[in-house]
């Protein structure tokens, strides 16, 4: 059973994730603590003390992460200790560590060694929280497919064989091409760019699963490339890492501020550097492998034909499986309501309003992760569930759709008239009662929206 205190934290943090930082150096593991929770979870510490791992609590976390300096060699047996403390439920194990030490570290999901800014370790963290979401809902949707379409369904593996492209911008300084040789030796696929005006034509013509920025004599144009591609759905979630000078590069915190995902010092061996790119590259490739894959299964049956994201048949027979899962593990869970309304001074012709919604419809599928599932239930109306998100964490979510979408111009099909933009409505209502069916969660969200029942608000499983 759970501990007092433990209750007392979750009803403190009701919706927040949980890591918990296994260490032997408080000191140093309380700057990453800190970043964790900048980044919206709830962390609890235990310490080793060489013998004993004190403070573990009973419930398990999200993810357990090992910030780890003096007895590196005994994280191997502690691992194996909190896995069967844990069990049945499978979290990752992250180690954030100060040197290699002799051990085995296939004990860990992931390691990370340093130089390594606490944002870094951070992304990291969450990075293999999601995946692991990632895998639950593939599992959701699989079933869905087969108990409720009829749909059996397989992963491919074919894009994940390719050879990673990794885009380089900058000069080509000595440190820059050693590392670019580097990655050529491991067969991957480089392309360089020398300038921000080329880095953008490749950017916008190809894709790429990471970006490395020349950021040795200077931050710029660096920190402007980084920004840009987050206000650019197509762009968003490519990570991009600096290699800078550790003597002179001062703009680490404002790096990760523009999304900078790493930070990388030139002086560091070429294998940890070329290392740390294809580790994000992998993440990013599985990501967005993933999210093509299950975010357009199932057909003609399931999908929305204009938009590529689900339609209402889907939605509201995944929804019911979500809701009981969301049950199941005491998380959250959120819809996200949007009514899309032409913005102009003049009247556009519908076919043109019809293709700004669709183009729409997949900027919102662009914008939200893998384990989101966006739907068109209206020719104006869309909806996206969050699993594992209260309303309050949603506001950032929001904030980023409706940055991208209100700097998005359509044409009118009159050069006379020029561009049309887009305005959103949205509503966001949240799995309050134990028993609330999905029919009944999907209704409330469309009832606020556009005050038109959609669904028949029976309390239904």
């Given at each position: 059973m759970a501990t007092q205190n433990e209750i007392s934290a979750l009803k403190a943090h009701p919706s927040k994730q949980t890591v918990l930082i296994a260490t032997d150096n408080l000191h140093e593991s309380s700057y990453i603590g800190t970043a964790l929770e900048n980044q919206g979870y709830h962390v609890q510490f235990c310490e080793f003390d060489g013998r004993t791992l004190k403070g573990t609590p009973v419930l398990a976390p999200n993810a357990v992460l090992f910030v780890f300096s003096d007895y590196i060699e005994k994280t191997p047996t502690i691992i194996t200790a909190l896995k069967k403390h844990f069990a049945p439920k499978d979290i990752p194990f992250i180690g954030a560590l100060t040197r290699q030490g002799n051990i085995d570290t296939t004990a860990f999901d992931s390691v990370i060694f340093p130089?390594?800014?606490?944002?870094?370790?951070?992304?990291?963290?969450?990075?293999?929280?999601?995946?692991g979401q990632m895998e639950r809902e593939i599992?959701?949707?699989?079933?869905?497919?087969?108990?409720?379409?009829?749909?059996?369904?397989?992963?491919?593996?074919?894009?994940?064989?390719?050879?990673?492209?990794?885009?380089?911008?900058?000069?080509?300084?000595?440190?820059?091409?050693?590392?670019?040789?580097?990655?050529?030796?491991?067969?991957?696929?480089?392309?360089?760019?020398?300038t921000s005006f080329s880095a953008f034509d490749f950017?916008?013509?190809?894709t790429f699963d990471a970006v490395v920025m020349n950021a040795l004599d200077q931050s710029e144009p660096a920190l402007t490339i980084s920004e840009t591609m987050r206000r650019n759905a197509k762009l968003f979630h490519v990570p991009t890492l600096f290699l800078v000078n550790p003597e002179n590069f001062r703009d680490h915190d404002l790096a990760y501020q523009k999304g900078a995902r790493d930070i990388i010092s030139s002086r560091s061996d070429t294998e940890e550097i070329s290392g740390r790119i294809l580790e994000l590259a992998n993440y990013h490739r599985i990501h967005s492998q993933l999210k093509r894959e299950f975010g357009s299964v199932g057909g003609t049956e399931c999908l929305d034909a204009e938009t590529g994201v689900f339609n209402k048949t889907f939605f509201t027979a995944h929804m019911r499986r979500i809701c009981e899962a969301m049950r199941l593990t005491n998380e959250p869970l959120s819809l996200m309501g949007i009514r899309l309304r032409p913005n102009s001074s003049f009247e556009v012709p519908a076919p043109k309003i019809n293709e700004a919604f669709s183009q729409v419809g997949t900027m919102l599928k662009s914008l939200v992760r893998m384990q989101d599932v966006t739907a068109r239930l209206d020719h104006d109306v869309f909806m996206i569930a969050f699993p594992g998100h209260d309303r309050v964490?949603?506001?950032?979510?929001?904030?980023?759709?409706?940055?991208?979408?209100?700097?998005a111009a359509f044409e009118s099909g009159d050069s006379d008239k020029g561009a049309f933009t887009i305005s959103l409505e949205t509503v966001i209502v949240e799995q309050m009662e134990h028993d609330e069916s999905s029919d009944l969660l999907i209704d409330t969200a469309i009832s606020e929206l556009t005050g038109e029942p959609a669904f028949s608000s029976k309390k239904t499983a």
């Open positions: 130089p390594a800014h606490i944002t870094q370790v951070a992304n990291r963290v969450s990075s293999m929280i999601r995946l599992i959701r949707r699989v079933d869905t497919l087969r108990e409720d379409f009829d749909i059996d369904y397989t992963l491919s593996d074919e894009a994940l064989r390719n050879p990673f492209r990794i885009l380089f911008i900058g000069k080509a300084s000595p440190d820059f091409m050693v590392i670019i040789n580097a990655l050529q030796k491991k067969n991957v696929e480089v392309v360089a760019a020398f950017l916008h013509e190809r964490s949603l506001a950032p979510v929001l904030g980023r759709i409706s940055g991208i979408v209100d700097c």
